[in-house]
């Protein structure tokens, strides 16, 4: 596998993990977020540089693009990466209304959608909150027998690229270092999903 793994510290993420290019991504999800609470070993991810589907109030959010998302530099790290890489990891954001306040969420694996029967995953915004700083992702497993791996998206990296107070607290909870896949490592990832996958 010849992709480009480099290593990147979190305390400085306002500075690499920005937009390389417009889009139409709506304000409330916009920005660096952190999955607090999250049992995997993976920190941060943007939304930045994808297409958002105005009609459809859909996202596709592949997580084996450049500098989309932060992984642990450590073993268990570096096995999610290459495990994303190799299945192609991508979730589908498909939003309820135009409020963008309630989402589900479609794991998507070499290209193929995963059914919600298995995996329901949701994430809606904070009603204490409805700027898009702090979402809840939740998680139904085989219809409700488990809810495993539940966390909470909270934004550490506003639009216009600065710190919030979330990132502060997050800094001493997680390792500094950390793994992206690199802005070279393919010929940004994310254009090449095609639209049929966005609108199943």
Not at 30 to 58: Q, S
Not at 90 to 115: N, W
Not at 153 to 167: I, M, N, P, S
Request: contains cysteine; aromatic residues 10%; proline residues 6%.
């Amino acid at each position: 596998m010849t992709e480009l793994i480099e290593k990147k510290q979190l305390n400085n993420i306002a500075t690499w993990m920005i937009p390389i290019k417009q889009t139409n991504l709506p304000s409330v999800l916009k920005g660096v977020f952190f999955l607090d609470g999250n049992p995997l070993p993976d920190t941060c991810i943007t939304m930045y540089n994808l297409e958002w589907d105005t009609h459809n109030r859909a996202l596709l959010l592949p997580v084996f693009a450049p500098l989309q998302w932060t992984f642990h530099k450590s073993i268990p790290g570096w096995i999610l990466l290459r495990l994303v890489q190799w299945f192609e990891v991508s979730y589908k954001i498909q939003f309820e209304d135009e409020t963008l306040q309630q989402a589900q969420i479609i794991p998507i694996l070499l290209g193929i959608p995963i059914s919600t029967s298995i995996v329901n995953f949701t994430m809606s915004q904070d009603k204490n909150s409805l700027n898009g700083d702090i979402w809840h992702r939740k998680n139904f497993w085989f219809g409700g027998l488990s809810r495993a791996g539940e966390y909470t998206l909270r934004r550490v990296v506003d639009e216009d690229g600065h710190y919030t107070q979330a990132f502060n607290d997050m800094l001493p909870r997680v390792p500094n270092e950390c793994l992206v896949i690199g802005i070279n490592s393919k010929d940004n990832a994310s254009s090449n999903i095609s639209n049929s996958q966005l609108v199943r």
